[in-house]
Each structure stands twice: as structure tokens, then as C-alpha cells.
């Protein structure tokens, strides 16, 4: 099987898409983007990609480009715990780091760190860590950081100045697996901890109450939902779909039921998948 994943080679993501598969081909790719439209065009069978943070919430353009270009189904997931460190070329760790560079997250993710001992460090945002750290590695000459984990400061060779700069302890990050067929996930040590089935739900225009209806329509099934989240639908100021994730596999009674109940009350619904999610504990991480 051959396995698409926001690379470069060291970020979290492969980690996660190691996590879930014992064996395969594992491919990166340079953008969120990238990597999924790679499932369509079948360059690889599945793809894994972050779409959510601890702390600095939903990944946006995994959102987006999942409901908006490439509607692919999701097959499974995994948390995965983040661990940020500060790295440097070992030619320049004595030298002061004028410039700090990283993914978005991962930067937001250590703004007190950043405060607190490198002001005056200018930030540049890449597409991952990994790249970040590949970044550094290239150029020895410049007096710059990256954040990153510890397989990236492995995998370029470079010198972990602090270690743990996280602001939270228990920082994660949640991946999803896209497939156009289903799979068997062969996990390599992650925890199952849950199943999932994840909707996205648009309200009738114009209709007064329809969201309070919506979540009655799962509340009085006990269904419990473990997130729900609006996102513009991109049709204009004001108009948003519901992304909403459900515990539990899809049935035969419940979740359909809710689904009819929706379509009679004029919503529009799409199970974008119904699948099992792992945790990746800290010691099988680093592994």
C-alpha cells in the first residue's frame, strides 16, 4: 500500500501515518493539498493529514479542502502527542537566532517560549516542521531555528538547543486517514480508544430554531456528540455548514434515523465517515 503524507520526512505527520500502518510505501508531500488530491488521482492509496490541534484547534485547510474540492472518506484516526523542540546546525548554536522557522501551529504553540527568550527573533511560517527542520539543515550559514521533534532533529542532524518548548503539556494533534476505498488499518502500537462517525449538516436558510432542531434530533436518540463545528460554506457572509462528529460506528437504526429526520426538516446531510480512532502514546512515539 502506498501511504500520502504531509512531509517532508520527520514531521508529525508521518509519525502518525507510521503509527497506523506496520508496512507500506510511505510517500510525502509538500502540502495538505497535495496529499489528498494524490488519493484521487490514485497515486496513493490513503492519506494522512492533521485536522485538528489541542491547542490551536481545527487544521482549516484540511476542512476546507476536504468539503470544498476533494470529498474524500474518512477511515480512520489517530492523536498524537506533540513534542516541540528548539533546533539549530551545531556550526551556529552558539550564534544569536535571528529567525525562527516552523508550521503556523507549531510556532503558536510555543509563543511563551519565543516570548520569553527570543523577541527580537523574526518568525517565518513553512508548510510543516519537517520542512522547517530540512530548512535549517540547508543552510548552515544563517544564524535561524527550527521548531520541531526529535525524529526531525534525527532525521537532518541537527542540535536540540531546548527541548519541550511547548506552552501545554498536554498538547495533540489529531490525523485523519482519507481513502476513496475502505481499508483495514494494521496499527503499530497506538491505543483504540473510540469510534467515530462524522457528518456535515447545512441548515435550512431563513428557518428559526432549525439548529436547536438539529441537535434534537441526536439528543433524544443518546447520541452523544463529541464535536460540533461551523465553517463558512463559501456562498456568502453569514452561510455555514456543521461538521459534527457523533461517538460510535454507523447503525442501522440511530444514525440513519437522524439523518431522515434532518433531510424532513429541509438540512442538507453527507456522512463524511464512520471509523475508528488510536491514540499514539508518548513512549511508542518516540520509538
Avoid at 470529498?71 to 556550526?91: A, D, S, W, Y
Avoid at 494533534?173 to 456535515?200: A, Q, W
Wanted: overall charge negative; some cysteine.
Amino acid at each position: 500500500m502506498r501511504i500520502g503524507f504531509l512531509g517532508p520526512k520527520g514531521t508529525f505527520t508521518e509519525m502518525a501515518a507510521r503509527g497506523l500502518f506496520e508496512q507500506g510505501e510511505f510517500v510525502s508531500y509538500r502540502t495538505i493539498p497535495s496529499c489528498m488530491d494524490a488519493v484521487s488521482a490514485e497515486e496513493v492509496e490513503v492519506a494522512v493529514v492533521p485536522i485538528e490541534n489541542a491547542i490551536e484547534g481545527s487544521v482549516n485547510l484540511t476542512l476546507d479542502y476536504l468539503i470544498h474540492k476533494q470529498r474524500l472518506p474518512i477511515v480512520g484516526g489517530i492523536t498524537v502527542p506533540i513534542e516541540q523542540h528548539f533546533l539549530v546546525n551545531q556550526k551556529n548554536s552558539s550564534e544569536k537566532i535571528e529567525k525562527v522557522v516552523s508550521h503556523p501551529h507549531a510556532i503558536a504553540q510555543c509563543h511563551e517560549f519565543l516570548q520569553k527568550y527570543y523577541p527580537d527573533a523574526e518568525w517565518e511560517y513553512m508548510n510543516s516542521t519537517g520542512a522547517a527542520a530540512s530548512f535549517v539543515k540547508d543552510n548552515p550559514g544563517l544564524p535561524i531555528a527550527a521548531i520541531a521533534n526529535e525524529i526531525a532533529a534525527s532525521e537532518y542532524e541537527l542540535t536540540t538547543l531546548h527541548a519541550n518548548i511547548h506552552d501545554f503539556a498536554n498538547n495533540r494533534t489529531s490525523f485523519v486517514v482519507l481513502s476513496k476505498k475502505p481499508i483495514m488499518l494494521s496499527c503499530n502500537g497506538p491505543t483504540h480508544t473510540e469510534d467515530k462517525t462524522t457528518l456535515m449538516v447545512t441548515l435550512p436558510s431563513d428557518y428559526s430554531g432549525a439548529l436547536h432542531q438539529v441537535l434534537s434530533a441526536f439528543a433524544w436518540r443518546k447520541l452523544n456528540l463529541t464535536k460540533i463545528e461551523s465553517r463558512p460554506t463559501k456562498t456568502g457572509l453569514g452561510n455555514y455548514f456543521f461538521l459534527i462528529d457523533v461517538e460510535g460506528v454507523m447503525d442501522d437504526v440511530l444514525i440513519p434515523g437522524v439523518t431522515s429526520e434532518l433531510k424532513a426538516l429541509g438540512c442538507g446531510v453527507e456522512i463524511l465517515g464512520s471509523y475508528p480512532c488510536y491514540t499514539l502514546e508518548k513512549s511508542k512515539a518516540k520509538a
